[in-house]
């Protein structure tokens, strides 16, 4: 299936804000200078300036500035401010408005607040201010006052929102990166506990084994201490690969595929080389499991038969997978001792039932009436898991 290009609106999106605030300069100047043409042609007041070079040339300088509104705000406020103070003081009919209020907004939109309060806001209040009174000499303070809230309060006020918004849409963003490192160095330490116990406990048993048999046995023991060495090796290359992602360095480390139900038989002859007798019953047709799932699937086994190592005794265990149309079970039992319920918050079963939690699944533990301790785990297989 092809992908689909971006939309208009994405390509928009991509263009340089400069060309932007470039093209808004030229309409702004385009629309100040018409507008001047417009009303000194219908000026019947003798007493009202008509347009000259200089004229022209303010109306042009007033406006230009726009292109460079959002990198340098506050000088843009103060040149556009300057101009529209020198065209109300010559009495023309036209002035700059339209920039003034784009200027007042760019401001705001683009500093923060030290510079708002110390800056935009004096530098808008004192154009407005002058240019009005000069304007409009001998109107009352009432019209003043509005012209000012119109032409630079709104504005700033408008501006401030916008700036306070991506403000915090990108404390969000920033979160939510910071929660999702945390949440896989969480998931990695997850990880590296289950890889290290596995190892760790299946080399102590095999060590025990070799050093009982060592005096009578060589053979034995020559057997078990290559298990140690291969489990050692198996070990060492998942812990690099995990400690890795961890590092600066980790985007161009190696990477090794993460375990899943297909390595399941290698698990098993580990556990079995260990000396726990483990029998495999899978019940419905086998399916392919998303990789997260997979993952999940491969874990719970592992760490339910590291427990039977560690906390059972000699002991056997029995690995049943049943596949449903809407789930996978997975149980774990052995004949031996028992085992814990919990070992640690963030490790072992309790790290086990985060994640069976994150696909929506559900994890139970019980100590069997004959001896033993079970492990069931249901997990949906639904669209929510693709």
């Given at each position: 299936m092809g992908v689909d290009g971006p939309t208009l609106w994405e390509?928009?999106?991509?263009?340089?804000?400069?060309?932007?605030?470039?093209?808004?300069?030229?309409?702004?100047?385009?629309?100040?200078?018409?507008?001047?043409?417009?009303?000194?042609?219908?000026?019947?007041?003798?007493?009202r300036g008509s347009l000259t070079a200089v004229s022209y040339a303010l109306l042009v300088l007033g406006s230009a500035p726009l292109a460079l509104r959002r990198r340098w705000p506050i000088a843009v406020l103060v040149v556009v401010g300057a101009c529209s103070v020198v065209l109300s003081s010559a009495d023309h009919a036209f002035d700059l408005t339209i920039a003034v209020v784009i200027a007042s907004y760019s401001a705001a939109a683009h500093v923060d607040r030290d510079r708002f309060v110390r800056l935009t806001v004096p530098i808008s209040v004192v154009v407005a201010a002058a240019s009005l009174v000069l304007a409009y000499a001998g109107t009352n303070w009432v019209e003043v006052l509005t012209g000012a809230t119109f032409s630079v309060g709104l504005p700033m006020l408008v501006g401030r929102i916008g700036y306070n918004r991506r403000r915090r849409i990108a404390m969000e963003r920033d979160r939510a990166a910071d929660d999702a490192v945390a949440e896989e160095r969480s998931r990695i330490a997850r990880e590296l506990h289950d890889v290290v116990a596995h190892a760790m406990s299946v080399m102590v048993v095999q060590a025990g084994a070799?050093?009982?048999?060592?005096?009578?046995?060589?053979?034995?023991?020559?057997?078990?201490?290559?298990?140690?060495e291969a489990t050692g090796r198996d070990g060492m290359i998942e812990m690099r690969r995990l400690i890795a992602i961890l590092k600066d360095e980790g985007a161009d480390a190696e990477l090794a595929p993460q375990p899943g139900l297909a390595q399941l038989v290698g698990l098993i002859e580990t556990v079995r080389g260990a000396g726990v007798p483990v029998e495999v019953i899978v019940r419905g047709t086998p399916r392919t499991l998303p990789s997260g799932l997979d993952l999940i699937a491969y874990r719970v086994v592992q760490e339910a038969l590291t427990n039977v190592i560690k906390h059972a005794g000699r002991a056997s265990a029995r690995v049943g997978l049943g596949w449903h149309d809407d789930g996978l079970d997975i149980e774990v039992a052995d004949d031996g001792r028992g085992g814990p319920v919990a070992d640690g918050p963030g490790h072992g079963l309790i790290g086990m039932r985060e994640r069976v939690g994150l696909y929506g699944g559900s994890l139970e533990t019980t100590l069997r009436p004959g001896g033993?301790?079970?492990?069931?785990?249901?997990?949906?297989?639904?669209?929510a898991n693709p």
């Open positions: 390509r928009l999106r991509r263009v340089n804000p400069l060309i932007w605030d470039s093209l808004l300069a030229a309409a702004v100047t385009a629309l100040s200078i018409l507008g001047a043409a417009l009303g000194d042609q219908a000026s019947s007041d003798p007493a070799a050093r009982r048999v060592l005096d009578h046995d060589p053979e034995a023991a020559r057997v078990a201490i290559e298990r140690i033993g301790f079970l492990l069931r785990v249901r997990l949906p297989l639904t669209e």
